[in-house]
Every structure is written in C-alpha cells, then in structure tokens.
C-alpha cells in the first residue's frame, strides 16, 4: 500500500480515487450494465467535490497546503543535499557562515 501525504479533505481525495479508477465513458451517463461500473456525470466535476459549495474556499485550503508541504519538502531536501556535500567535502559549511 502506498501513502500519499495530501492537505486534500477525505471526500475530495474519495471522489478523486473513484474518478481515476473508473474514467468516464464517452455516451454513457450514469448508467450500470452488468459489465461496467459507470459514475453519474456529477462525480467528474471537481467543482462538487469540495465541502458544501465552498469551491473557491476549499480550493484555496487546498493550494494553502499544497505549498506548505511542497516548501517542507524543499527545506528537507536542501539539509540533505547540504549534509551529503558536507560529507563528500564539497561543501565547508558556506551557508553557515554567511548565516552568522
């Protein structure tokens, strides 16, 4: 099984799973037959995935988040990146002394 970290709210992330895993059809709009699982046509609009109607507000959240953790993980990546330089000598602790 495989985690993804993501600020998306659980129906969101839900209706994202279902829409990627059973891709809409072309001529087919919300019917079942006994040999394909089809989703009613509103499931494809990313506009009623959100929470209530809010869309600008959970899109929003959502953007708020994603740059949070994408920063986090750049941070992370720049003090391993720093450590292995360190390491290999390629680097002597530059951005130390320019920080004091």
């Known amino acids: 099984?495989?985690?993804?970290?993501?600020?998306?709210?659980?129906?969101?992330?839900?209706?994202?799973?279902?829409?990627?895993?059973i891709p809409k059809l072309e001529g087919v709009d919300g019917k079942r037959s006994r040999d394909v699982i089809v989703l009613e046509s509103w499931f494809y609009d990313m506009n009623n995935w959100g929470d209530g109607g809010r869309r600008e507000q959970t899109r929003r959240r959502c953007?708020?988040?994603?740059?949070?953790?994408?920063?986090?993980?750049?941070?992370?990546?720049?003090?391993?990146?720093?450590?292995?330089?360190?390491?290999?000598?390629?680097c002597s602790g530059v951005r130390d002394s320019l920080l004091h």
């Open 1 to 21: 099984m495989i985690l993804v970290a993501t600020p998306a709210l659980c129906q969101f992330l839900g209706m994202a799973v279902y829409t990627w895993a």
């Open 63 to 90: 953007r708020l988040g994603i740059r949070s953790v994408l920063e986090e993980m750049l941070k992370e990546a720049e003090q391993v990146a720093e450590q292995v330089l360190l390491e290999e000598g390629l």
